[in-house]
């Protein structure tokens, strides 16, 4: 029971960050953004809730009361990491969260799968050192102006008394989930059908992983910290699948040994 527990899907973001926290050799994807992807964050947070917070307040005070504080810090919370999320585009995060996608590949015994899309250095000292040019486009997720989109139209269901922020969630997460393996459906070279086909038959566990996701974007200045650990941990599952896959292949190829009277 433990162990499936362990292996429940909303749990691969926390994974990631034990996972990216214990591995040292990842934090060079991370260090040379790290300054600025602070100050940036705390920058917007900040202004965030200097300017905007209380008259939000103000303004559901009117129709929630006391609630109205609640509410209002998760509204400029998501204001903030969809102003942050956009903004961090800028910094082409994208390179960054491909690496450590395929650079945990690499360590579940995935090079082959990763080798599809680009070159490795089988010599480098660690997978990281080991992640060379991209043979193919290499995007972890595409840009979805849809999802922006849907995201800002979203907030306002904040609003509403002690569910409005877990429906909000479930409503973005449903969404979001899915492109965190887009990166593995290219690697397997998926075509729009099949990607279509393989989502669909685990919809609900891409919504979880895209609730526990934004609800880790929705802290202050870590959110992007979250989101290139939240990155090692759609790895780490997609490696697990993967695993899955193949071991159900094997058995298929293998099949039971023939009878034999003398098998010497």
Do not use: C
């Not at 680009?118 to 060379?132: E, F, H, I, K």
């Amino acid at each position: 029971m433990a162990r499936l527990s362990w292996d429940a899907i909303w749990l691969y973001p926390f994974k990631g960050i034990i996972y990216f926290v214990l591995h040292p050799s990842f934090y060079p994807l991370f260090k040379a953004r790290l300054l600025p992807i602070f100050l940036l964050s705390a920058f917007i947070y900040a202004n965030l809730f200097i300017w905007a917070y209380l008259p939000q307040v103000a303004l559901l005070a009117v129709f929630q009361g006391p609630g109205a504080w609640l509410n209002a810090t998760f509204l400029v919370l998501g204001e903030g990491a969809a102003i942050v999320a956009l903004l961090f585009e800028a910094f082409f995060v994208d390179e960054t969260l491909v690496d450590t996608f395929d650079a945990v590949l690499i360590d579940q015994g995935l090079g082959d799968l990763v080798s599809q899309g680009r070159l490795l250095d089988p010599t480098a000292p660690n997978s990281v050192q080991m992640l060379g040019k991209p043979t193919t486009s290499a995007i972890y997720a595409p840009f979805s102006l849809r999802q922006i989109v849907e995201f800002v139209l979203l907030l306002p269901v904040n609003l509403i008394p002690f569910v409005g922020v877990p429906i909000f969630l479930v409503l973005t997460g449903y969404r979001a989930g899915p492109f965190h393996h887009w990166r593995y459906f290219k690697l397997r070279g998926f075509s729009k059908k099949e990607r279509q086909e393989y989502v669909r038959s685990r919809q609900l566990k891409y919504t979880w992983f895209g609730i526990v996701y934004l609800t880790l974007q929705l802290i202050p200045v870590l959110s992007m910290f979250f989101l290139v650990t939240s990155a090692a941990g759609s790895a780490l599952w997609a490696a697990k699948m993967e695993k899955a896959r193949r071991s159900r292949e094997n058995a298929t190829v293998v099949g039971p040994e023939p009878y034999q009277d003398n098998p010497a």
